[in-house]
Nanobody
Framework: QVQLVESGGGLAQPGGSLRLSCAAS????????IAWFRQAPGKEREGVSC???????VYADSVKGRFLISRDNAKNTVYLQMNSLKPEDTAVYYC??????????????????????WGQGTQVTVSS
């Protein structure tokens, strides 16, 4: 069974850090581009970052310079290191796989129709 499982969410103070993990089971991640999305209360889900199978990365402007996406294919896991957290980073964070029919691109990478497998999400709350 194909599954993505996010973990690592929780409560952090403004300025703090968290590292999210996206672990795959039932398939190997190494040939997929993987993206992180987030959805804040009352807002639409938005793209945060994406990493290609070869390690190229792209970030939303709102997180550029603060977040770092990486992958460890040996562990079948993609990570999102979140630093200098702000209250506006509060959201449920999801990881997703780019459909095989699309190639990784920095253009329109956050279009959600391009992604097929999604995890259940992990809650991140940034508050003092």
């Amino acid at each position: 069974q194909v599954q993505l499982v996010e973990s690592g969410g929780g409560l952090a103070q403004p300025g703090g850090s968290l590292r999210l993990s996206c672990a795959a089971s039932g398939f190997t991640l190494d040939s997929y581009a993987i993206a992180w999305f987030r959805q804040a209360p009352g807002k639409e889900r938005e793209g945060v970052s994406c990493i290609s199978f070869s390690g190229s990365t792209v970030y939303a402007d709102s997180v550029k310079g603060r977040f770092l996406i990486s992958r460890d294919n040996a562990k079948n896991t993609v990570y999102l290191q979140m630093n200098s957290l702000k209250p506006e980073d509060t959201a449920v964070y999801y990881c997703a796989t780019l459909r095989r029919s699309y190639s990784y691109s920095t253009v329109n990478w956050a279009a959600q129709y391009k992604y097929d497998y999604w995890g259940q999400g992990t809650q991140v709350t940034v508050s003092s």
